[in-house]
């Protein structure tokens, strides 16, 4: 861990707008949310979360040295340390946090990109673009996190506000000149993102999803606004929106409204940055030409679909407001293969191709399924299926196009949690009434994956959607090793043999 400033707990309470109890003089080192990664010298955030509060851990990171505690509660009268007392501890932790590591969001191009659909992908294309400019990378993921060369695996899309100001102090450190970051909406709802200061921030589109938490589709943008109006703290310097996504065209009236710099993009009309002569191969991958402020460039990349196109325009453009140069940019897309379970081929011999895909979301499914329809020379075969305890009302659209756009389907568990994964099947098949298209229930999703390869064909294309990079499956209390991926290659090499 990189600390690049030690802080007085006066001084910090100034700056977090805070109550303080105790000696003022105490130096703070670190801010921690776990309490199992307290160290001497850290103040621990007491949250009061939605299943655990934090404040049950107060006596025992205490006794371990930690200096003091961040809360909304006053101390108890015994208490004996540091306790700043303010109006909302995830903010506050937040802010703290920034200050603690020498506010380095400020000190590194940040850019944070959020949208239902993309975030992953065009998070390893601004990495790649950014490489192939010179300059030292970073990133925050759902995959993995990564420093130059060095990379762990993600804990979840966003993370919590004391590591995220942690691993950019890293990063900073390691002399990064660009860090990107994945910036989900439950995160910045929960003040995961407040006190970042982004150079630039990157919204891909809005479509249904995480209805579960946000209720409705106007709290779910409404969350999203925060990176770029200023609502968690300042506005991004520049702001890259797709006007093809009408929650896109939005959200640029308002921020024009209010002066801020706003690049569009686009596929299908006039933009900042937009793409033209489009052309999608399973083998070859993607290639168009993009028109920009600063000229004309052909891309070519080995990424396959329509979709990534829009991951590749909103990477043009934050690379020109970085100040690359556009050949650079280009350059960059020809050997970022994306993110692992995006569109991902199953490399084989046979003569069927297999794509594992993390499309979890009616939309995201659209997307993957259009683009195997557009290439497939045989039919398109399906297995898919929904989480549990999760947004529900995406289950029957979801059986809609995949009824649509499927020539065969069948429907699977993905990770079922706590539901009964027969009663999420049953609703996701509402979408097939009516439709011609033939389908099967399996709910053993290995079983369903090998079902699938054995009944491929010449030129036929499985795509397997909805949990793409996870290596996991969850079932009631239970997570277990699960690849999709390997499972595919288990079922190829089955069905060659046999």
Known sequence: ?????????????????????????????????????????????????????????VDDVMRRGAAGIISQREPDEDFSGVWLRVADTRHAMALAASAVHGDPSSRINLVGITGTNGKTTTTYLVNAVSKSSGVKTAMLTTVEYRIGDESRPAVRTTPEATDTFRFLADAVG????????????????????DGLKFRVAVFTNLTRDHLDYHHTMENYYAAKRKLFDGGLGQPPTSSIINIDDEWGRRLVGELRSKGQRVVTISQLEDADVASRGISVSMLEGTSFKALTPAGEVEIRSPLVGRPHVYNMLCAIAVGLELGYEIESIAKGFSDCQGAPGRFERVIHDGDFAVVVDYAHTDDALLNTLKTAKELAEGRVITVFGCGGDRDKTKREPMGKIAAEFSDFAIITSDNPRTEDPLAIISEIEKG???????????????????????????????????????????????????????????????????
Do not use: W
Not at 15 to 34: N, V
Not at 174 to 193: F, K, P, T, W, Y
Not at 444 to 459: C, K, P, Q, T
């Open 432 to 498: 097939f009434a009516g439709s011609p298209c033939e389908y099967i229930v399996e709910p053993d999703r290995r079983e369903a994956i090998f079902s699938a390869v054995r009944s491929a064909g010449s030129n036929d294309v499985v795509i397997i959607a909805g949990k793409g990079h996870e290596t996991y499956q969850i079932v009631g209390g239970d997570k277990f090793h699960f690849d999709d991926k390997e499972i595919a290659l288990e079922a190829i090499d089955a069905k060659e043999r046999f």
């Open 174 to 193: 390691a002399e990064s000149g660009m860090a990107v970051m994945e910036a989900s909406s439950q995160a910045i709802d929960l003040n995961r993102c």
């Open 1 to 57: 861990m990189l600390n690049n400033k030690r802080i007085s707990a006066g001084e910090l309470a100034v700056q977090i707008d805070a109550e303080l109890f105790g000696d003022a003089k105490t130096e703070i080192g670190d801010i921690s949310h776990d309490s199992r990664q307290v160290a001497n010298g850290s103040l621990f955030a007491a949250v009061e979360g939605l299943t655990t509060d934090g404040h049950r851990f």
